[in-house]
């Protein structure tokens, strides 16, 4: 059931995009994090915020 209200989909988004992802393990970790909450990596990088392009073979 897709969601339909502007308010909640900025919501969505928000809660969904606003995360740093860990590049050794794969963790999500909240926004503010300096050290990653699985293997405390220190190498964040923030979610990508659009879907990939995919190549048509």
Same mark, same amino acid.
């Given at each position: 059931?897709?969601?339909?209200?502007p308010e909640l989909v900025k919501i969505v988004q928000d809660r969904?995009? +606003?995360?740093?992802?860990? $590049?050794?393990?794969?963790?999500? +970790? /909240? /926004?503010?994090?300096?050290?990653? $909450? $699985?293997?405390?990596?220190?190498? #964040? @990088? /923030?979610? @990508?915020?659009? #879907?990939?392009?995919?190549?048509?073979?």
């Amino acid at each position: 059931m897709p969601v339909t209200d502007p308010e909640l989909v900025k919501i969505v988004q928000d809660r969904v995009f +606003n995360v740093l992802i860990c $590049r050794k393990c794969g963790a999500h +970790n /909240p /926004p503010g994090a300096t050290k990653c $909450r $699985r293997c405390h990596s220190k190498d #964040l @990088r /923030p979610k @990508r915020k659009e #879907l990939a392009k995919v190549k048509a073979a």
